[in-house]
């Protein structure tokens, strides 16, 4: 029952802002682990960051160090992807996805796109020179 729908997606300039979100609904554990990733044209799916929620732990993909920021809002229905210092090379469809009722360590998995269950449609983002 899980549904996720991100939305803010746009087109900008090199060195601008934009601010994805990702709105959750139907949940059934408390915990859980959401996740953005991207996706450009002939190339592989990557992880950009994500978000567990014990203890608010955030993780961040190498080359979005830095200058991309994850979070969730206070009523957790909302995750935030803050990006900011966009470059060209960050032009990609971008998807929220989600993974709950796991006892693995988090911290070996969440990088892994196979790992999660539940994904959104995606939202474009082009960044121009």
């Known amino acids: 029952q899980v549904q996720l729908v991100e939305s803010g997606g746009a087109s900008v300039q090199a060195g601008g802002s934009l601010r994805l979100s990702c709105a959750a609904s139907g949940f059934t554990y408390n915990t859980y682990v959401m996740a953005w990733f991207r996706q450009a044209p002939g190339k592989e799916r990557e992880v950009v960051a994500a978000?567990?929620?014990?203890?608010?732990?955030?993780y961040y993909g190498d080359s979005v160090k830095g200058r991309f920021t994850i979070s969730q809002d206070a009523a957790k229905s909302t995750v935030y992807l803050q990006m900011n210092s966009l470059r060209p090379e960050d032009s990609a469809m971008y998807f929220c996805a989600a993974r709950q009722g796991f006892s693995s360590v988090v911290a070996r998995w969440w990088d892994r796109e196979s790992e999660y269950v539940d994904w959104g449609q995606g939202t474009q983002v082009t960044v121009s020179s």
């Open positions: 978000f567990y929620t014990e203890g608010g732990t955030t």
